[in-house]
């Protein structure tokens, strides 16, 4: 079965600094894999996904992360955060041709001044 | 870009009465849709996946009778829940998947429903 592990509940960060989230999964084949981003009370927005070449994907907002197939890790970075990005971070993991993804628990960023 | 719309946005009702959320992929027809639900400070939840014109595939845990999911077209597809109980309070959030360029589905999700049942 597939698992993802976002080993950080809860990361602060002053504005202006660079952020990495971090997100382990389990998966017997190549994943497909996804950070989606949730503002309190809202829906989910798609930062970005990993579905097959380049293993360092670019996104929206500034965002990008690695895919690293031997640490079994999708980690999502931005040289330098900005107030606006405090919110719940989601790491995904899923299989091509089936949309049922499996999610980390999250990870709450908050932004200082 | 792909939207989804989700009706109502916060719903508050009594115990024992029945509350219907709908979703609606607005320019796109979804081949999938899926219904999750999101505990306070936890993460989404799988409830159910929906194609349109064949019934709703649960999730184990999932009573398909407290959660009736009907898909009636491409486009929209709804939640009721039946008989709601305070414990059925969430907020439940749904997707729409959809064939993107890269040849793999995509997943659009829908801003929420708050359900709050008294």
């Known amino acids: 079965a597939q698992s993802v592990t976002q080993p950080d509940i809860h990361i602060t960060v002053s504005e202006g600094a660079s952020l990495e989230l971090r997100c382990n999964y389990s998966?017997?084949?190549?994943?497909?894999l996804f950070w989606y981003v949730q503002s309190p009370g809202q829906g989910l927005q798609l930062l970005l996904k990993?579905?097959?070449?380049?293993?360092l994907v670019q996104g929206i907002k500034g965002f990008e992360a690695e895919f690293k197939r031997s640490q079994s890790s999708f980690n999502l970075r931005k040289p330098s955060v900005h107030w606006s990005d405090a919110a719940e971070y989601f790491c995904?993991?899923?299989?091509?041709?089936?949309?049922?993804?499996?999610f980390g628990t999250g990870t709450r960023l908050t932004i200082i001044p | 870009g792909a939207v989804v719309s989700q009706h109502p946005s916060r719903v508050i009702c009594k115990s024992g009465t029945s509350v219907k959320i709908e979703c609606r992929s607005l320019?796109?027809?979804?081949?999938?849709m899926f219904w999750y639900r999101q505990f306070p400070k936890q993460s989404l939840m799988l409830m159910a996946t929906?194609?349109?014109?064949?019934?709703?595939?649960?999730e184990q845990g999932v009573e398909k009778d407290k959660f009736l999911i009907n898909h009636a077209s491409l486009t929209l597809s709804t939640l009721t829940v039946t008989s709601a109980h305070p414990e059925d309070s969430s907020f439940y959030i749904c997707?729409?998947?959809?064939?993107?360029?890269?040849?793999?589905?995509?997943?659009?999700f829908g801003a929420g429903s708050r359900l709050t049942v008294l």
């Open positions: 997707s729409a998947g959809r064939w993107g360029s890269s040849g793999a589905n995509v997943l659009t």
């Open positions: 998966y017997g084949a190549t994943p497909y």
């Open positions: 990993y579905f097959s070449g380049d293993t």
């Open positions: 995904a993991v899923g299989n091509f041709g089936n949309e049922k993804l499996t």
């Open positions: 320019d796109f027809q979804a081949t999938t």
């Open positions: 929906s194609n349109e014109g064949s019934k709703a595939t649960y």
